[in-house]
């Protein structure tokens, strides 16, 4: 029986409630079979888009007094709300369907963050819709706000993502493992605040890999599975050159990682936040995609970081 972090990506997520919901109904699917082998789970999830068209619509409103604007921090709780509840929904269809007896329980958490962070003050985190360049300069004119190019798909607003530091719910969390429940945490890297004043959000978004590996270091996990779009992590990505990357040892991951072979605002989060798992704990780390966990948990064709 082991202890498992699975980190889903917010934009495997869908844009829509809808989108969502079937989505999740089949990304679950591939969970269950962990939970009839006895493993507890818990599952961390991204918000990136889904955050960013909350934010997007408060923006929206301003001129509109009988709509209150929205802080950041809140934004990121109305996601961990919504999209926890979608998957709580989603995964207590299948444990029916498979006559499995278990609770589904989502958390709203929150993350202690440093205000002198230096992300802050250069915010790298892709929030929201893709854009073409023609109207993303215009949105940078309009709003003041800063949009980069994301992974070859577009551009995009990026936030401040600043390091997690402290989970506030992390003794919640690991209660609720021991009691046997499946647990959804952390969602969107957690609702980030201020270290030093804990009671006040704070305008960034937290990636939710790295979150996902300090939650798995706090409960001491056995694995941790971070779920991207690619089955492999590559050097040369998207060029003529690309190579899969197999088994692996950090040593050689920090080669690569020096040689600039992984996006920031992509692939090198993942990475780091994997490595910063197997050095801690010694147990190895996974980045593969959703349709290929069971295969990745057999040892084949994924990213296997070990120590």
Known sequence: MRKI??????????????????????AVKTIVPLVKAGDKVVIGHGNGPQVGIINLAFENSLDNEDIPYMPL?????????????????????VLNEENISKSVVSLITQVKVDKNDPSFKNPTKPIGPFYTKEVAD??????????????????????ASPEPIEIVEIDTIRDLIEK?????AGGGGGIPVYLDEPTKGASAVIDKDKLCSLMARNINADLLVILTNIKQAQINYN??????IGKVDIATMEKYIAEG???KGSMLPKVEAAIEF???????????DLNNLTNALEGNEATIITK
Not at 73 to 88: F, K, R
Not at 180 to 184: F, L, P, Y
Not at 278 to 288: H, R, Y
């Open 73 to 93: 921090a809140e934004c990121t709780a109305m996601s961990q709300g919504y999209i926890g509840y979608h998957l709580q929904k989603g995964i207590k269809e």
């Open 180 to 184: 046997d429940n499946i647990v959804i």
């Open 261 to 263: 072979h992984f996006a």
């Open 138 to 159: 215009k949105l940078k004119e309009t709003s003041g706000d800063t949009y980069v190019e994301d992974a070859g798909r577009g551009y995009r607003k990026v936030v």
């Open 5 to 26: 972090v699975i980190a889903f990506g917010g934009n495997a997520l869908g844009n829509t409630p809808d989108e969502q919901q079937a989505l999740i109904k089949e």
């Open 278 to 288: 197997v050095k801690e704990t010694g147990n190895d780390a996974i980045i593969t």
């Open 239 to 244: 060029t003529d050159n690309a190579q899969d």
